[in-house]
């Protein structure tokens, strides 16, 4: 389906995990007050748009987090990530906002449970879980170790907002790559070597790694 507006043309199309053709607002609203308040707004039906009959709710986010939450909301038991992912922090990031956003605790609290694995507090599990993508590492031999382990610009992003526990420890390791490391340059660099997804950090945090390095 296509709609032309201001010689503008607009390309929808139904998601087949997500689209029922009632709306079936209600499973989302029994999630929270907030995210109820949002779908059943004051306004009246007559005043609401319609989309294949039935009324529109608009979300301003990115359709791939709102395709992720909503999918975490109508399948609570089939995770659209999964566990050991290493990139959970990048991907899930709009999603976790979205949770937040509409005071979701028990998808919050999922998400970050997933995050803490790769961020434990200990030295000896630190240690443990090195071990473990390097370990990974050998066994997949087409792959790189940006592939197996997760990249601290994305966590601490998320952390700032979400979980200053791992802080420490995600500056900490981001103090020990090179300043030039950069996220997914497989072919430039050796499959041990690590990125960094630098536009993702704030001046305050170069100014933190930097002065980590001295």
């Not at 240690?127 to 066994?139: C, H, P, Q, T």
Request: contains cysteine; proline residues 8%; hydrophobic residues 35%.
């Amino acid at each position: 389906m296509s709609v032309d507006s201001d010689d503008v043309c607009i390309n929808i199309s139904n998601d087949p995990d997500l689209y029922f053709p009632d709306g079936n607002l209600s499973i989302l609203s029994k999630h929270s007050k907030a995210l109820s308040d949002h779908i059943f707004s004051d306004s009246t039906p007559a005043e609401r748009e319609v989309y294949d009959g039935v009324p529109l709710v608009e979300f301003q986010e990115d359709p791939r987090d709102l395709n992720i939450f909503l999918k975490f909301l109508y399948e609570p038991f089939a995770a659209p990530i999964q566990r050991g992912d290493p990139d959970i922090a990048f991907k899930m990031y709009g999603a976790l906002r979205l949770a937040d956003r509409f005071s979701i605790d028990p998808l919050k609290e999922t998400i970050l449970s997933y995050i803490r694995e790769d961020w434990p507090q200990s030295l000896q599990a630190w240690d443990e879980r090195e071990s473990f993508y390097s370990r990974r590492l050998k066994n997949c031999p087409t792959l790189t170790m940006d592939d197996v382990a997760p990249e601290p610009a994305s966590v601490i992003r998320l952390a700032r907002k979400f979980e200053p526990r791992i802080l420490t420890l995600a500056f900490y390791h981001l103090s020990r790559l090179p300043v030039n490391a950069a996220y997914g340059q497989h072919i430039q660099a050796p499959r041990h070597a690590r990125g960094v997804r630098g536009y993702l950090l704030s001046p305050a945090d170069r100014e933190k790694v930097a002065l980590g390095r001295e």
